[in-house]
């Protein structure tokens, strides 16, 4: 009896030690490059390039401003904006209806249409991109904003299915029938009842697609030439261009979907089924 | 003036019968009640003349129009949720207010129609409120507001007060009852719960897999139950059945006693009698003590008479212990009869 009393409180202090050491490991993997991208961006270009690196910021906007001014950039940041922008919108215009589809009604070959539109994640980009080069070629899509945005499109779309989704299952049936009987058509239970009440969750999974475009790099580097995205100029000049060009070219690319991706986790996490607080 | 006629409706999900020759009608200003267990399909003809769901067959007509073509919203009715259904980004004032803004009313009319049947319910000191800082009786009594203010022909109410806890459901159950009253509307209302049913309805449609087995007053069903499913239903506890064999024209021998019965060529008939309308007496049943259940006003007695299950109500001041034997007479004029074959009353 002593015994038990006596060892309870050893293995649950170890087992809080494993915890501990558990969480600062992650931790540290995710924040320490985080940290080090930080700290050169905010350098000036002579210490980003010297050796050994302060682990202090010196709030040097000297990488910054050298990475506004380096030609092609600024170009290639509003088409990022353009392509996630279109990629977000189409991505819910397209999404959102599936979801509600998948969430309200029962129809044949449902769960086979759920699997298919994880299964479009399915093929590896690197195997659809010549195909697709070709074809976006012959339509004269190749080299376009749209054109980009269409493929980051296909891309969104299966978690822009998903998310609305689990947004419309969770807003009970009963809702729109009550608006219905109160003198509702479908479409104006749908804008009155519905759409208020799924907005903010519509509005993350909107940024998510956003984020997702943002982040691509492979079929932008593919698909487009002249009208290059950040990541496929980035990826482009990586070879040339100075450290400190980079590290202020990684932190524009980070930073946004850090905070979008931040701003909508909650929905994330409701997309995956885990619950949220 | 708003009668509501139940043509033939029958409803089939893939091979499931759900309902099958569904014919009632239901009188203007009548309060109909939809009892039956969980799955007889009580819901789903609510559903059926609401129009959120659409019969297989038959045909379902309001103040003298077949409407069952018709969406909800150009039914005439107006519809209480079992989970409320108020929607939560709208404050109390806007959820009654709802239907009134669809028909597009006049600002003045939508706040004096939603005040006054804010009143009516009980809720207008909570009209700024949403739905989240209500309790479950509060949106309860906004559901119901909301159904009011659309002064709808026919009003419909699926399971209003399952939600809510035993006090506050007795409590809803008088209001509504007084309210609806007021309103001069026609209600249809579903319930699982008797007790409900009992006290609320003009006229009772006991339903069971998907048929209405009887449609009558209150006081009708409980006393003259038209099938045995009904005599067995309604009633807490529900009626004691024994089977009966011919002795003789219009006599039938139960459980040893000899008693006057329906003139029927059947082999056996149920015997069936309600708890409280067994006597103790120096002739009769020989029944033996189960178990003793003291509830106060009375004692419930369960016993076993001819190999059957038994229940009695008796005086509450009678000394019964377990293992006695009592003997039970049965009241002549509350006996009923059934046929084993049909389940259905025997005259």
Redesign the interface.
């Known amino acids: 009896m002593t015994a038990v009393t006596t060892q309870a409180p050893d293995t649950r202090r170890a087992g809080r030690t494993v915890y501990a050491a558990a969480v600062v490991l992650l931790c540290a993997w995710v924040l320490v490059p985080l940290y080090f991208l930080f700290i050169n961006t905010l350098s000036s270009p002579d210490t980003v390039n010297s050796f050994p690196k302060p682990f202090v910021p010196e709030f040097d906007t000297g990488s910054l401003a050298f990475f506004a001014g380096f030609a092609g950039m600024l170009s290639a940041l509003k088409n990022s904006i353009l392509v996630a922008g279109m990629t977000m919108v189409m991505s819910i215009l397209i999404g959102a209806p599936a979801g509600y589809a998948l969430s309200r009604f029962d129809f044949r070959g449902k769960e086979v249409f759920r699997l298919l539109i994880l299964l479009t994640r399915a093929f590896p980009l690197p195997l659809l991109a010549l195909p697709l080069a070709v074809m976006f070629i012959r339509t004269g899509l190749d080299d376009t904003v749209f054109g980009l945005a269409l493929v980051h499109t296909t891309l969104a779309v299966p978690f822009a299915v998903l998310i609305t989704f689990s947004l419309f299952s969770g807003i009970?049936m009963?809702?729109e029938?009550?608006?219905?009987?109160?003198?509702?058509?479908r479409l104006?239970a749908f804008t009155?009842?519905v759409l208020?009440?799924i907005l903010p969750g519509i509005t993350a999974s909107a940024i998510f697609a956003f984020v997702i475009s943002w982040n691509e790099v492979f079929a932008a580097a593919v698909l487009t030439i002249e009208n290059r995205t950040l990541t496929a100029f980035l990826l482009q000049n990586l070879d040339t261009s100075p450290l400190h060009l980079k590290f202020a070219g990684g932190f524009i690319l980070v930073v946004p979907a850090l905070i979008f991706i931040f701003a909508v986790r909650k929905y994330l996490f409701a997309m995956w089924g885990i619950a949220n607080r | 003036m708003a009668v509501i006629e139940i043509k033939n409706v029958a409803k089939r999900f893939g091979n499931y019968q759900a309902l099958s020759d569904i014919n009632l009608t239901i009188e203007d200003q009548e309060f109909m009640v939809l009892l039956g267990a969980s799955g007889c399909g009580k819901s789903t003809l609510l559903r059926i003349i609401?129009?959120?769901e659409t019969a297989s067959e038959g045909e379902v007509w309001i103040g003298g129009k077949r409407i069952d073509h018709l969406?909800?919203?150009d039914r005439g009715?107006?519809?209480v949720?079992?989970?409320y259904?108020v929607?939560?980004?709208l404050t109390v004032f806007e959820n009654i207010g709802?239907?009134l803004r669809?028909?597009k009313l006049p600002n003045d009319e939508v706040t004096r129609r939603v005040t006054r049947v804010a009143e009516l319910m009980h809720i207008d000191a909570l009209l700024k409120r949403y739905s989240g800082e209500l309790s479950g009786g509060q949106r309860q009594r906004v559901?119901v507001a909301?159904a009011l203010a659309?002064e709808p022909d026919v009003i419909?109410m699926d399971e209003p007060l399952s939600n809510l806890d035993a006090l506050l459901r007795m409590e809803m159950r008088a209001e509504l009852k007084g309210v609806l009253a007021e309103s001069n509307t026609t209600a249809i209302y579903v319930t699982h719960d008797q007790v409900e049913a009992m006290s609320m309805a003009d006229r009772i449609s006991v339903m069971h897999q998907g048929k209405i087995v009887q449609a009558a007053s209150p006081i009708e069903v409980y006393r003259n139950p038209a099938a045995e499913f009904v005599a067995g239903f309604i009633g807490n506890p529900p009626m004691n059945f024994l089977t009966a064999t011919p002795a003789g024209t219009g006599q039938w021998q139960v459980a040893g006693l000899a008693l006057d019965g329906p003139q029927s060529g059947a082999e056996t008939l149920n015997f069936a009698i309600r708890p409280e309308d067994l006597r103790l007496s120096e002739m009769g049943m020989q029944a033996k003590v189960k178990i003793v259940e003291p509830l106060g006003a009375h004692l419930l007695v369960t016993c076993e008479v001819d190999g059957t299950l038994f229940r009695a109500v008796l005086d509450s001041d009678l000394a019964v212990k377990r293992g006695d034997t009592l003997t039970l007479t049965p009241q002549p004029d509350r006996i009923r009869w059934f046929d084993p074959v049909s389940t259905r009353a025997v005259a």
């Open positions: 009970p009963e809702l029938e009550a608006a219905w009987t109160l003198g509702c058509t104006t009155k009842v208020p009440l | 609401a129009g959120l969406p909800p919203k009715i107006a519809m949720f079992q989970n259904a929607f939560p980004h709802f239907g669809m028909q559901a909301r659309m419909l």
